[in-house]
């Protein structure tokens, strides 16, 4: 597996959007890999907050994001995004990427590599 970078965090208040990037070492196609967005909260475990499938560009999302985010690639730029919006102070964490196998309506997983993450803080 590669390890992807991410990057796009900060600092916004509830209410607010963020877009979230992921991206691979040079010469590595994104478009290859079914790739997940998860999360870590302080003091929580990892969770999955959405997944787009290789090939088909299906994607998944947790109820917690459900209708707030959207996933999606651009191949141009050999990124997948993450769009956040109407953020709540529940979402600060740290973001995380990685290429994934994808399981349709369980999510994603068997990630075995993880980047540094991009904190993401939400509040007033």
């Known amino acids: 597996q590669v390890q992807l970078v991410e990057s796009g965090g900060g600092l916004v208040q509830p209410g607010g959007s963020l877009r979230l990037s992921c991206r691979a070492p040079?010469?590595?196609?994104?478009?290859?890999?079914?790739i997940g967005w998860f999360r870590q909260a302080p003091g929580k475990e990892r969770e999955g907050v959405s997944c787009?499938?290789?090939?088909?560009?299906?994607?998944w999302y947790a109820d917690a994001v459900k209708g707030r985010s959207t996933i999606f690639r651009d191949n141009d730029e050999n990124t997948v995004f993450l769009q956040l919006n109407s953020l709540k102070s529940e979402d600060t964490g740290v973001y995380y990427c990685?290429?994934?196998?994808?399981?349709?309506?369980?999510?994603?997983?068997?990630?075995?590599?993880w980047g540094r993450g991009t904190q993401v803080t939400v509040s007033s």
């Open positions: 787009i499938k290789i090939n088909d560009e299906t994607t």
């Open positions: 990685a290429q994934v196998a994808f399981w349709g309506v369980y999510g994603c997983g068997d990630v075995q590599k």
């Open positions: 040079s010469g590595i196609r994104m478009d290859y890999y079914s």
